[in-house]
């Protein structure tokens, strides 16, 4: 069993209160979450309004397909217009950690 997570720091766009902020990170976290079978949460900055962080987690017994699908997540974050991605922490957890 494989678990990967992975973290991103987004600075976003033309956002000026919280309300904008949430109306941008909904939809990332959701189309992650419909398009990939993962869990997906926004898990810190909350209370700053341009940036934002994204936390993604999957569990596989394939290594390989985790890889993919966590390559997969970090592009589609990255080719979102609206959010500039700052930075991305991965992790890769087996039986053996």
């Not at 976003?12 to 997906?40: N, T, W």
Request: with cysteine; glycine share 8%.
């Amino acid at each position: 069993m494989y678990v990967g997570t992975l973290s991103f720091d987004l600075l976003l766009g033309d956002v000026h209160s919280l309300k904008e902020k949430r109306s941008v990170v909904r939809p990332v976290v959701a189309e992650l979450q419909r398009k990939f079978s993962v869990s997906a949460a926004e898990v810190g900055d909350q209370d700053l309004h341009r940036r934002a962080r994204i936390g993604v987690a999957l569990v596989s017994g394939d290594l390989g397909f985790l890889s993919d699908v966590l390559d997969r997540c970090e592009r589609l974050v990255a080719a979102r217009p609206e959010v500039e991605l700052l930075s991305v922490r991965r992790r890769l957890h087996g039986d053996e950690d």
